[in-house]
C-alpha cells in the first residue's frame, strides 16, 4: 500500500484543491492511504512549512508543493495505459 501525506491547516484554498486532485488522480484504482496532516498541531511543523503548503509527500518523498500536477501524479501511480504500477 501506498502513503499519501498532505501537510495542510484549515481554511487553506490550496489544501482544499490539492486534496481534490488527488481524489480524481487516485480514485479507486490505486491501493493508497490519504493522511492529512494538520500543521498548526505541531510547532515544528509550522515553523518549517508556514507559507508553503500544500506539501504532499507520497511514499515519504516530498513530491509537491502548494500546487500538484494531475500528469506528474498519475505517472507516478500509473503507466502510459492507466495500468497501475507495483511499486516505484
Same mark, same amino acid.
Given at each position: 500500500m501506498?502513503? %499519501?501525506i498532505i501537510y495542510s491547516k484549515p481554511d487553506c484554498h490550496l489544501c482544499d484543491v490539492a486534496k481534490q486532485t488527488i481524489d480524481r488522480v487516485i480514485g479507486n484504482h490505486a491501493d493508497v492511504l490519504i493522511e492529512i496532516v494538520? %500543521?498548526?498541531?505541531?510547532p515544528e511543523l509550522q515553523i518549517k512549512y508556514k507559507d508553503a503548503i500544500p506539501v504532499i509527500f507520497v511514499d515519504g518523498t516530498e513530491?509537491?508543493?502548494y500546487r500538484v500536477d494531475p500528469d506528474k501524479l498519475a505517472q507516478i501511480f500509473y503507466n502510459e495505459f492507466?495500468?497501475?504500477l507495483l511499486g516505484f
Open positions: 501506498h502513503k %499519501i494538520n %500543521i498548526l498541531d505541531d513530491r509537491f508543493r492507466g495500468v497501475k
